[in-house]
């Protein structure tokens, strides 16, 4: 027997016959999700302040970005298609970067924000909105103005990061302790943000605001581009991990008794984690609760095995932020709204509903 349906079929005759149908109905999820989220890529194409039909999208699709119809080609290859892709890639990265938060700290509210990741990227953004020419001038930099607030978020990320991870290593780095200090590090980000806000001009202070609400408004094609490579490299890391993170999930000591280095595992998962969340919110600013929705749904869905565990919460992802960019378009058809703010307001009762349609899971 293979070790694949060792792992399926346990070690009784009759739980050998239940095998194929758990592999069955895993399949049947996954293609439900694939085309609920194809479904609603295809709204998101045809939502959108400018009216664009859809026979005018399909011509425009056809006709490539060089087509006749020079305004259509312009919304859907230079506006809609970006976005929707940078939806797909932020929503995929941060599903990931939560269900291996909650596994790493084994914790159900671990999200990739609750190591104070968004507050470092929120101020590094306020910092290049506020200094950003006069920085890169300083450091003789010659960057477009628009890379210069996705590049300064990024490099906050991974400082906090870097901060945690070594503040943390003074005590061990157990998973109790990375929370503790990724709280305080979480505050003092806020804390340098509120302060860059108060000194801002109202006009600035304006910009600031505008990026941490979180928006797919911003998103281009160079940027889909680096945050989709980067989750791209991302992504092999992770399912080289998928045993270890299934085997963590029963704790530390049975997954140090499995022979798994659990601190060198979880030092090699913060780094992943990092990037995924640096990746998804430079771009696009503060969105939240897609991570720490994503990997209850995909728990709840397909169970705790990583393999199937860690595609499901990046559909999850994904479908929860181009489910949150169509209801913003919809909402608001004439300007749409931020979708981070659609995502905080739509995932407090989708969190509670996870919790309660999950009896017995978060019994103690």
């Not at 290593?169 to 509120?194: C, D, K, M, T």
């Not at 680096?226 to 029963?250: M, Q």
């Not at 530390?252 to 798994?260: K, P, R, T, V, Y």
Request: contains cysteine; hydrophobic residues 60%.
């Amino acid at each position: 027997m293979s070790a694949g349906s060792q792992i399926g079929c346990g070690t009784g005759a009759g739980a050998c016959v239940r095998a194929p149908s758990a592999a069955a109905r895993r399949a049947t999820i996954f293609a439900a999700a694939g085309l609920a989220l194809a479904g609603l890529v295809a709204a998101d194409l045809l939502t959108g302040p400018s009216g664009l039909s859809a026979g005018a999208l399909w011509e425009a699709l056809r006709a490539g970005p060089a087509g006749e119809n020079r305004a259509a080609a312009a919304i859907l290859y230079q506006i809609r298609l970006p976005q929707v892709a940078m939806a797909l890639i932020v929503g995929g990265a941060l599903g990931l970067a939560g269900l291996v938060m909650q596994t790493l700290l084994a914790n159900p509210l671990a999200s990739p924000f609750t190591l104070g990741f968004s507050a470092a990227a929120g101020f590094g953004a306020a910092l290049a909105i506020m200094f950003g020419g006069a920085i890169s001038a300083a450091l003789g930099l010659t960057l477009a103005p628009h890379l210069l607030t996705p590049l300064f978020a990024f490099a906050a990320t991974l400082g906090a990061t870097a901060l945690v991870w070594g503040l943390a290593q003074v005590r061990g780095a157990r998973p109790e302790i990375l929370v503790l200090v990724g709280i305080a590090v979480l505050f003092f980000f806020q804390s340098l943000q509120s302060l860059l806000q108060f000194l801002a001009a109202p006009e600035v202070l304006q910009q600031i605001v505008f990026w941490l609400f979180g928006s797919l408004a911003r998103a281009s094609w160079p940027g889909v581009w680096v945050a989709g490579g980067i989750v791209a490299l991302c992504l092999p890391l992770l399912a080289r991990e998928a045993w270890a993170l299934t085997a963590l999930r029963l704790g530390e000591a049975n997954a140090a008794s499995l022979g798994l280095e659990t601190e060198a595992l979880r030092r090699r998962l913060f780094l992943i984690t990092a990037a995924l969340t640096a990746a998804a919110v430079s771009f696009t600013g503060t969105i939240g609760f897609v991570g720490l929705i994503a990997p209850h749904v995909a728990r709840a869905l397909v169970g705790e095995d990583h393999r199937f565990a860690l595609p499901m919460a990046a559909i999850g992802g994904a479908v929860i932020l181009v489910s949150a960019s169509v209801a913003a378009k919809l909402i608001s058809q004439g300007a749409a709204i931020p979708v981070g703010l659609v995502t905080a307001i739509a995932g407090i009762p989708m969190l509670i509903a996870v919790i309660l349609g999950q009896k017995g899971r978060y019994d103690v």
